[in-house]
């Protein structure tokens, strides 16, 4: 089995088990390039890992929108850490809620972005293309999926 912080056995055993969502919206404080968000990512997959957190952020024309699930007091607390990080402002929650079962089971923290990567993003197995979330997303039923959609087709 795979010990890659995308998929692992711990969240696998967390399909199917209830879990809090949050999904929040935010405009990032400068320009990332891609070595920035490489850091941010392998820092947020292994601190999701240790906390069986999974989830979804995409970065779309200077707005970045996530998706988190996972225990409701650990969800709180990260989001907690996320407002208060300098390098996004306008920090929205779009739609909190309980739900029967994770739409990001395997993800420790999947990715996309609008400008697809040939650099060291693109060569990462937890990097997706909008096209590809856009499929994942359709196949989400209700409001989760559809927030994502919006936020896409923005």
């Known amino acids: 089995m795979s010990n890659s912080p995308l998929i692992t056995d711990i969240l696998r055993e967390s399909i199917y088990m209830a879990c809090h969502q949050l999904i929040y919206t935010s405009r990032s404080a400068f320009e990332f390039v891609e070595t920035d968000l490489l850091n941010i990512l392998n820092k947020a997959q292994s601190a999701n890992y240790q906390h069986r957190i999974s989830g979804l952020l995409v970065y779309h024309a200077g707005k970045i929108m996530q998706m988190i699930e996972g225990d409701e007091a650990d969800i709180k607390n990260l989001f907690a850490n996320i407002r208060r990080d300098s390098r996004h402002t306008d920090v929205t929650v779009v739609l909190e809620t ?10 420790a923290m999947g990715f996309a972005m609008s ?12 990097y997706f293309s909008l096209d590809d979330i856009k499929a994942v997303c359709s196949a989400l039923k209700g409001e989760a999926g559809e927030t994502f ?3 896409l087709d923005s």
Do not use: H, V
């Open 98 to 107: 309980d739900s029967p079962k994770r739409c990001f089971a395997t993800w």
């Open 115 to 126: 400008d697809c990567s040939n650099g060291p993003l693109g060569n990462q197995p937890f």
């Open 149 to 151: 959609l919006g936020f």
